[in-house]
């Protein structure tokens, strides 16, 4: 039979206490973060940097059946451009995991809203 004495049954309470209570704060701080991180992506747009030798239209052809077109060349020479997609095509996280794949693409990341300083 285990026997505790009184401090440390107390200890072994309060320790079981404050990581719940952690866990549960975390889990909810989670969520609250992802709806507002969430909010300020773009998901119809990508902002996407190529590889200087790929040629902008193979990426257009490439992804033709989901209406990929450009919207503004940010710096067209390092080959940096925001591009817009139908999400009704694809879901935006399998869009962004798809360009990403493509052999041409250094990196892709979809646009944000950005709100000035008040």
Do not use: Q
């Not at 009184?6 to 320790?15: E, M, N, Q, S």
């Not at 209570?21 to 747009?45: A, G, P, Q, R």
């Amino acid at each position: 039979m285990i026997t505790f004495k009184l401090p440390t049954l107390a200890v072994l309470f309060t320790t079981m206490l404050l990581t719940v209570s952690m866990l549960w704060s975390c889990n909810s701080t989670k969520s609250k973060n992802k709806e507002t991180v969430d909010s300020h992506f773009i998901y119809s747009e990508l902002i996407v940097s190529l590889k200087k030798e790929v040629d902008i239209d193979v990426l257009f052809n490439e992804f033709k059946s989901y209406k990929l077109a450009k919207k503004k060349a940010i710096n067209a020479r390092m080959g940096l451009w925001l591009l817009t997609y139908d999400t009704d095509k694809i879901d935006p996280k399998k869009m962004l995991k798809k360009i990403r794949a493509f052999e041409g693409v250094v990196n892709a990341e979809f646009n944000k809203n950005l709100t000035g300083r008040e």
